[in-house]
């Protein structure tokens, strides 16, 4: 079956983000899946998708009805929407990119990206961040996101579609590089 990409269209799409978030949390997976397989952090709730995709729909793979990948968009205005990531926008704005702060620049945050353990090596990744790249390179000139450096698989699959390493920072839980990609 074929997979589409598409901007999220309705809370049925939302609500399978979240299905396919919860089966990809680290604390679900073992240690052999997280360094096989990657991982995701941060859990959203359907409120917080909802109030996020009403300023910028993430973007979603489906094969039929069924969601295959998101790739959530966030934007800075939510930085105080979920408590984790306050710490990860403060750094952002204060990250000096083409010689200005990228706070003072127009960007936008891949809030979170998940294929399917299904679909792997298809393909999903970098459709999703293809269709990204259409959606919202008009609007922003950079997309930024963090990743946790044992997120071995993310770091590679983000640095094959564009990204390169801007910082790096460690927190006493983690250690995270922030990736960007100027469109």
């Not at 620049?105 to 999903?124: L, N, T």
């Not at 579609?161 to 995270?176: C, I, K, M, N, Q």
Request: proline share 2%; net charge negative.
């Amino acid at each position: 079956m074929e997979i589409k990409f598409s901007l999220v269209q309705n809370e049925a799409d939302l609500e399978q983000i979240l299905v396919l978030q919860q089966q990809n949390l680290a604390r679900h997976l073992s240690s052999d899946q997280i360094a096989s397989q990657g991982f995701v952090t941060v859990e959203h709730t359907l409120e917080q998708l909802q109030k996020m995709h009403r300023s910028a729909p993430s973007i979603i793979a489906k094969m039929g009805e069924q969601v295959v990948g998101y790739n959530i968009a966030m934007l800075p205005d939510f930085r105080q929407e979920i408590a984790v990531l306050v710490q990860m926008f403060d750094i952002f704005d204060s990250l000096m990119v083409n010689g200005q702060t990228l706070g003072s620049q127009r960007y936008i945050v891949c809030g979170q990206v998940c294929v399917a353990e299904a679909v792997r090596g298809r393909g999903v990744f970098e459709g999703m961040y293809v269709a990204y790249q259409q959606y919202y390179s008009p609007l922003y000139r950079y997309i930024v996101t963090e990743i946790a450096d044992r997120n071995r698989r993310s770091l590679r699959a983000h640095e094959k579609v564009g990204f390169s390493t801007w910082h790096r920072y460690d927190t006493p839980a983690e250690s995270w590089h922030i990736v960007g990609w100027e469109w």
